[in-house]
């Protein structure tokens, strides 16, 4: 089993499946958050020193950092966050997206350092 930690940006709120943004604003959102996240994975696997896994099955976690505590739907985090996993996919890390079990998203307060911590779990049977 390989663990591998990104750490990103938290999404824009454009990438909300609740935001009524403007088609154009939307994609530019998602096409910034991809490659965020495939640029991330890369540099996780660039650390193990190993090729690119390609894992077929994976788990994957999300922990939200905030700066603001406050409540927030953990549903709509997580889907706010597919083009992070579309990214993940484009590194190499994953070989398709399609078979991620998604353990539920942790939500937590950082004052000073809001991020997304995303970790990506082997899950070979």
Known sequence: MSDYTLVLSLPSPALSPNCRAHYMTKARAVKAYREEARIQALKAIRVTRRPAPKMVEAKVGATFFFALERRRDPDNLLASIKSA?????????????????????????????????????????
């Open 85 to 125: 996993f579309d990214g993940i996919v484009d590194s190499g890390m994953l070989a398709d997206d399609n078979k991620l079990t998604h353990l539920p998203a942790q939500i937590g307060v950082d004052r000073y350092y809001p991020r997304l911590v995303i970790t990506v779990t082997d899950d070979k049977r």
